[in-house]
């Protein structure tokens, strides 16, 4: 193949076309080089998976690796809140169901979007009666987010069964998850909505109880609604070091359609970027 420049410096003279040739071996040999430390990535994320993140949270892994960013949240399997990603399906999220209702009176929510989530937790940012009735409040926002033509996706906490006055609370010798199960939260949440979050990312530290809770939780939604998309918590907060995400991944790889990654004010980034990184090349 004959390569041919749309210039040359003629000040460089014949030592310059003898350097050309040295040049591209230098240049391709480089190239080489990179692919090899840097392994081509999958086309998608492995095993077809939907994962979710909040822009915040995608920056702050692409800064460590851009490519496994776009991997993992720049598709159209994938969800970005509070905005689009690439071709991440725009998505808004909401912690208190009237806030919602006035930014679709108002019409602030911007065209693009076509879903959106509910988070009703144990804090201030959701109403205390959407405390004490999670499954009230999650079916008031479905109703309003289905007629107006979203998808909707439900994210329950475990910690609501802790409110004071919840309409079902924890016993006084119960655990957290097994409080969430009883209480049928996650199976009304897949009921109500298309997509549902287990929040079990407190426990990915102990892959064994992660996927009891995870399990359990997964087994009830799709028993309420077989076609909903059923998603896990993990977060760099309760992860050390990348193989703590990477087991809790593992633990439940068989059970869930994905995972809601969450990397909060930048915590450990470099964990979640790891962890990703590895899934990826294969460390699965």
Known sequence: MRLVFPFRDRSL????????????TI????????????PDLPAAPPLGQVWMATP???EAIGSGDERVARLFFGGPTSYVLGGGWASA???????????????????????????V??????WVETPTWEQRHPGRAMQIFSDVA?????RVVLTPHPGLVDVSGASCSRAADESIAAAFIRCRIIGEAARLGDVVEVQAQFLEADPAVYRDLVQRATEQARAANPDVVVLAGLS????????????????????????????????????????LRMLAEGGA
Request: cysteine-free; glycine content about 8%; aromatic content about 10%.
């Open 13 to 24: 003279g014949v030592a310059a076309a003898w350097m050309v040739p040295a040049l591209l």
């Open 27 to 38: 240049v391709v040999a480089a190239s080489m080089l990179t692919r090899e430390l840097r």
């Open 56 to 58: 915040n949270t995608v």
């Open 89 to 115: 399906s725009p998505t808004m999220a909401w912690a208190n169901g009237r806030s919602f209702e006035v930014a679709l009176a108002q019409g602030t929510i911007p065209a693009g979007v076509r879903v």
């Open 117 to 122: 989530m509910y988070d009703p937790e144990a």
């Open 146 to 150: 289905h007629e107006a033509g979203y």
């Open 236 to 275: 760099t907060r309760f992860a050390s070091d990348p193989q703590v995400l990477l087991d809790a991944w593992q633990a439940v790889s068989d059970v869930v359609d994905g995972h809601y990654m969450a990397v909060p004010e930048g915590f450990h980034a470099n964990v979640a970027t790891g962890f």
